[in-house]
């Protein structure tokens, strides 16, 4: 079992940053791939990055492709995702995920067995 705890967050203007970390532990040797997903009340969950563990090849979605940056630190059991030039319709919550499952569809939110308990981004004008 890994766990998965979020931090980060809040509120942010129109144009600006926001960094959300998610820190992995528990068997987290066994993580292959994690990433983040969001959520808005009323709406389907949306795939925003994801990142696999051993090649670190990054994958965006289409709304976030060019202004967010998923890391993860070597050596360390930590993730990131920047948020630059933020946008109202970035306001969600944000769930960090991770699979032990080689190969699974990364952006497909079925294929993730953890995730974090969610953390709000709002972004206001």
């Known amino acids: 079992q890994v766990h998965l705890v979020e931090s980060g967050g809040g509120f942010a203007q129109v144009g600006g940053s926001l960094r959300l970390s998610c820190a992995a532990s528990?068997?987290?040797?066994?993580?292959?791939?994690m990433g983040w997903f969001r959520q808005v009340p009323g709406k389907e969950r949306e795939f925003v990055a994801g990142l696999r563990w051993n090649s670190f090849s990054q994958y965006y979605g289409d709304s976030v492709k060019g202004r967010f940056t998923i890391s993860r630190a070597r050596s360390e059991d930590v993730i990131y995702l920047q948020m630059d030039n933020l946008q109202r319709e970035d306001t969600a919550v944000y769930y960090c995920v991770g699979s032990r499952i080689e190969g699974s569809r990364i952006t497909n939110s079925e294929d993730y067995e953890w995730w974090g308990q969610g953390a709000q981004v709002t972004v206001s004008s």
């Open positions: 528990g068997r987290a040797f066994s993580i292959r791939h």
